[in-house]
């Protein structure tokens, strides 16, 4: 409804207009919506528009997918409302006439801080819908929208309310013992901790992973954002499925766009066949976007369209070509807030994966989970390269103090690797001193020591030593700018003065991959 003076269209009418040039049929409510009808009877919601039509169709849906509705039709009313009763979420159209949806709004936050509210709007500017989400508001669906549409939103809704009722649920029985480190383990690694900030975000992880709520991740890169998507994934129910990893920032534009929604035959130069993108792969799945912030805008608004509606449409077709139900997990090394400034992340894109934030504290800000780390890594990587046999080395005291004194800028991922190079290079039984740890030099041969060159053995032909060498500086330089960016492409193409093509290029060129360098 992008004109209030047109007149007012169903629920049904957008879907039946939405769907009439898309090829496969939308899955149904039950589909998209896997929360226990009993459960949805818990969920009470209030649907809040002047527009009758829409207001009704949206109820009859909302109560045929199981949740209890009340409908209002002035704001007026609905204050009225809220202050008698609870509800856990508000569909809230933002122009009411006499009192604005922004006034009901900023009531529903007050008398309830916890309510979700869901804003509707037919401006097809979204500056309304914005101040909204910054007033508070959880999210806004744009006039006209398909019932399909209206129940991806609701599902995502009604499972950050069950989320908020088992956290609190959680905080009251306090059951888990406080004491001693906590293991939990994934395919891709362990996560070990004793210290508060780990418990805390394991036990929101553990939290969120049996709902279908879209997660974003966030600190340092080294800090185990991957392992904590595995983690989620692993304890959902989506674990029978593919948990699929995108990393935004390894693969150019263009390459990108065709790697996660797909392509047509002849869609570009080397489109020989059709192709399934990693959207469709992930169907009943997860899709972790790793480095979130590295993804163009132009990607990142193709990808609102898949979040909002399921929909997927491959690189050069015209059509709908898949409607699919993934649960979407973002990471970023960056702070999203500053991304946003700098016009790196869609501000809308960021809400809607935002549901739950999971904020991973560096290692160097919870030192009581070195020494639990450092001998739990000692251990494991003696297994794996010395065997049963030879005694392991023990850390002394000294030992476990150099390393709880290490700043650790890559985080578990350096120290995991300080302890397998010591695993393998220790002799076995005894103690290990701080002399013993073999701690990384953040640029090793490079610009200092015996300088660039004193490793190098020349060849008696100039040019094919000046060749060498150049091809030498070109790969220590690339692994020099990777490490000083902490492995963030676009960051490393800014310090070298160079696009991002170039390095890709040079990547390519010398076999060099992102995370080999940050391992090394």
Known sequence: MTDRNQPARSVEDGETRAGADSGPKTPGAEGLLSIE????????VLVVDDEHTLRESCASILRADGFPVTVCARGEEAVELLQRRRFDIILLDLYLPKMSGMDVLEVALKESPGTIVLVMTGNPSVESSIQALRAGAWDYIPKPFSATHLKILMGRAAHTVLVSRESETARSEEGESESGPLLARTSGGALLGESRG???????ARRVASTDASVFITWESGTGKEVIAQFIH???????????????????????????????????????REKKGLLEVAHGGTLFLDELTEMPHSIQAKLLRVIQDGVVRRVGSTRTDAVVNVRFIAATNQDPSEAIRQNKLRRDLHYRLRVVPIHIPPLRNRPEDIPVLAEHFLAEFWKQHRGRKEKPPVLSAAALDALVASPWRGNVRELRNVMEHAAVLLPPGGEVGPDDIPFIDDDPGFGGGGGFLAPFRFTDDYHTAREQVLAEFEKRYLEHVIRRANGNISDAARIGGVDRTTLYRLMEKHGTHRDNILDD
């Open 37 to 44: 009808r009993d459960v949805r009877e818990t969920i009470e």
């Open 234 to 272: 692993a304890n959902s129910r989506r674990s029978s499925r593919e948990l699929v990893p995108v990393n935004c920032a390894a693969l150019p534009d263009t390459l990108l766009e065709s790697e996660m929604f797909g392509h047509m035959e002849g869609a570009f130069t080397g489109a020989v």
């Open 198 to 204: 780990f418990r805390q975000v394991v036990e929101l």
